[in-house]
Nanobody, 119 residues
Framework: QVQLVESGGGLVQAEDSLRLSCAAT????????MAWFRQAPGKERESVAR????????VYADSVRGRFTISRDNAKNMVYLQMNSLKPEDTAVYYC????????????WGPGTQVIVSP
């Protein structure tokens, strides 16, 4: 059973940077894709970025394109989200997710890490 654990969240000021990490443990790990989602208070969860595990193709939400970068380290079973030029509207709980059994269907999730961006 794959387990995902996020780290790297915190409280920062606008225009600061943060790097989130996601570690996958629990056996052979070869998902179709990995992704970062976020959920702000009172809002629905939204996809932030995703990356294909084999080819590394990246897709970003319009709201973060040009500011966030998703990357992976296949050898370490790690996924990262580099977040630059953070805005208060980026405040949310960020979740790491893996599409393990079905392409495009994220069936393994981490507990989340809080990111707070102050004005």
């Amino acid at each position: 059973q794959v387990q995902l654990v996020e780290s790297g969240g915190g409280l920062v000021q606008a225009e600061d940077s943060l790097r989130l990490s996601c570690a996958a443990t629990g056996g052979t790990f070869s998902p179709y894709a990995m992704a970062w989602f976020r959920q702000a208070p009172g809002k629905e969860r939204e996809s932030v970025a995703r990356i294909g595990w084999r080819l590394g193709i990246r897709v970003y939400a319009d709201s973060v394109r040009g500011r966030f970068t998703i990357s992976r380290d296949n050898a370490k079973n790690m996924v990262y989200l580099q977040m630059n030029s953070l805005k208060p509207e980026d405040t949310a709980v960020y979740y790491c997710a893996a599409a393990i059994n079905v392409p495009g269907s994220y069936d393994s999730w981490g507990p989340g890490t809080q990111v707070i961006v102050s004005p």
